[in-house]
């Protein structure tokens, strides 16, 4: 009977932000702070992330500023 190998070592690490992805979000953010799916994916390839880290980015900051972050019904 062959035994499975599990590879526990092989989870994914949080990525932290550079300073530069940081300062630029935080500049759109300030520009304007609702940000649509296309929006996030446009950041997410000029910046090098993804579009869940940059939507994540923008719940969270979203959040500190009190901002009502529930989903609209469409």
Known sequence: ???????EGSKRRR???NNNQRSALEAEY???SEWSFDKKRE???KFGMSVNQVSKWNWDRRKKDGID??????
Do not use: F, G, P, Y
């Open 15 to 17: 990525q932290r932000k």
């Open 1 to 7: 009977m062959e035994q499975q190998v599990t590879d």
């Open 69 to 74: 972050t529930t989903r609209k019904a469409k």
């Open 30 to 32: 300030l520009q304007n």
């Open 43 to 45: 950041l997410a390839i």
